[in-house]
């Protein structure tokens, strides 16, 4: 099921890409349909429990997957293709299957301008391929390339399908992650020359890698995560890339992409350098805080529909990051659910704004108003997804924010306390941008013609992400029944 849940996307990318252009239409179909066989193999892996959900004990190492597949690669560099599935990457694995097929399914009935649907659905399928790859890999070299294979198929996307900047949008997008990669590179060969192995199984809780080593590693890791995340001040080619990327394109690259960044730190940052994160905790933060405030304070002065919503993911990102800053069983499970809340809330977010930008031809707030009047349903949606991105109980929005409040209180000390305020102040200020939005938008007399119907390919990508963000607001047992025991390791190991 492992390997499955790799080839069928990779394969389907090599037969959609080999089908003639005349059958244009055809090939996203079957793109859809590869789409739809990756989540039965990702279903299955739910239920393939080869050591259990629950059998995790503190102090031990917290990858202990629930079913693994380990062969043979490169003998003699002592690299195995080593893939497994645990509490910790299983929803981030699920969710990537999820929206890949709604946006495969999406790309049906709309095609942006740029090029052939064809070659667009071909390139989402590759984008799946490396990002299940990373959140599978338990090879810290094989998590790095899977990391990269994502880099070139985005640029793509943006660069091929996206707005009137969508060129320079992309080689800003490149130029980061370059940068970010490269750091990584490094501190993947440090801890694996190091420690004489690459397997991140034996690496977690630290391999006896030496303190100076640790902190070194955390520190390029740290950046490197930062710039795929995004976080503060790492995050100006977010608003660009989002901005100009099709819909489909910024769907996956908020849903999912991003989530690769706070993976890693939470599955190599916190798991394989422990002491470099206990080190850094107080930094992370600070930074953390200041995200989410600058990232509120910008999205108050927005005034382009996508870009409101693509700014909104770095105060989002801040309140994951002092999730995982506390190094609290409460703050990395609400890093946790606070990665998937996201990747359902914004997904849905940025369908929606590129449908209100497809029927009223522009995203700017201030000729967007009336929408309730002139597309009630749509307005509807539009008002859900911004009241649950903004943090209201009862949606998925809201336990990871409140929680890693709680879990910075929770640590205790006049740092954490402050930072505790200061995340709250930003919840607040959350809500007020989105409100602005929403009465901007949806109130007022209407100045732009707005088509008032939902499509049915439309309500196919939506109704799922609506379903899902009540239900995991509902019951966050959903996304974090399976999290106890690898959190209680990893923060087992800690110092």
């Not at 690769?260 to 805080?289: E, F, K, N, S």
């Not at 409140?402 to 209180?409: G, L, Q, T, Y």
């Not at 007020?432 to 013609?449: E, N, Q, S």
């Amino acid at each position: 099921m492992l390997a499955a849940t790799l080839l069928l996307p990779a394969l389907g990318a090599v037969v959609i890409a080999l089908l003639p252009a005349r059958l244009d239409r055809a090939a996203r179909i079957a793109a859809t349909g590869f789409a739809a066989g990756t989540l039965v193999p990702i279903v299955v892996l739910a239920f393939a429990r080869d050591a259990g959900w629950m059998s995790y004990e503190a102090g031990t190492p917290a990858v202990r997957p629930w079913t693994e597949l380990d062969l043979t690669w490169v003998p003699a560099l002592h690299l195995d293709f080593h893939l497994g599935v645990d509490g910790v990457s299983y929803p981030l694995v699920a969710l990537t299957g999820l929206l890949t097929l709604l946006c495969c399914a999406y790309t049906v009935w709309h095609v942006p301008e740029g090029g052939t649907g064809r070659t667009l659905a071909a390139l989402l399928l590759v984008l799946e391929t490396g990002i299940l790859g990373t959140f599978l890999a338990l090879d810290l070299v094989l998590f790095f390339l899977f990391f990269e294979v994502v880099l070139l198929p985005m640029y793509a996307v943006i660069a091929g399908w996206g707005g009137e900047e969508r060129r320079r949008a992309a080689r800003k997008f490149v130029l980061y992650t370059l940068f970010g990669s490269v750091l990584l590179l490094l501190g993947v060969v440090t801890v694996a020359v190091t420690a004489g192995t690459a397997d991140l199984v034996t690496l977690t809780g630290g391999a006896d890698l030496s303190r100076t080593t640790q902190y070194a590693a955390f520190g390029l890791f740290a950046v490197a995560f930062a710039v795929k995340a995004p976080l503060w001040p790492l995050h100006t080619w977010l608003p660009d890339a989002h901005t100009q990327a099709p819909t489909v394109g910024s769907v996956i690259l908020a849903g999912v992409l991003l989530k690769m960044g706070t993976y890693g730190l939470i599955r190599v940052g916190v798991g394989v350098v422990p002491l470099g994160a206990a080190w850094a905790a107080p930094a992370l933060g600070i930074l953390a805080a200041a995200a989410i405030l600058a990232g509120a304070l910008i999205c108050l002065r927005q005034t382009e529909l996508k870009r409101l919503i693509a700014y909104s993911s770095v105060g989002h990102m801040g309140f994951v990051l002092l999730g995982i800053a506390t190094l609290t069983a409460t703050g990395l499970q609400a890093a946790l659910i606070g990665n998937i809340a996201h990747g359902l809330i914004t997904g849905l977010l940025f369908f929606l704004a590129g449908a209100i930008k497809d029927r009223a031809h522009t995203g700017e707030l201030t000729d967007l108003g009336g929408l309730r009047e002139t597309a009630p349903r749509l307005a509807a949606l539009l008002g859900f997804a911004a009241i649950a991105s903004l943090g209201l109980p009862g949606l998925a929005g809201f336990w990871g924010e409140a929680f890693a409040v709680v879990a910075a209180v929770q640590r205790g000390g006049g740092l954490w306390l402050t930072l505790a305020v200061i995340a709250a102040i930003g919840g607040a200020l959350t809500a007020a941008y989105f409100l602005r939005l929403l009465r901007k938008v949806t109130h007022g007399p209407a100045t732009a013609p707005v088509a008032p119907g939902i499509t049915g390919a439309e309500w196919f990508a939506w109704a799922p992400l609506v379903a899902l963000t009540l239900a995991v607001g509902l019951v966050p047992a959903l996304a974090l029944a399976a999290t106890e025991g690898p959190v209680a390791s990893l923060t087992g190991v800690l110092p």
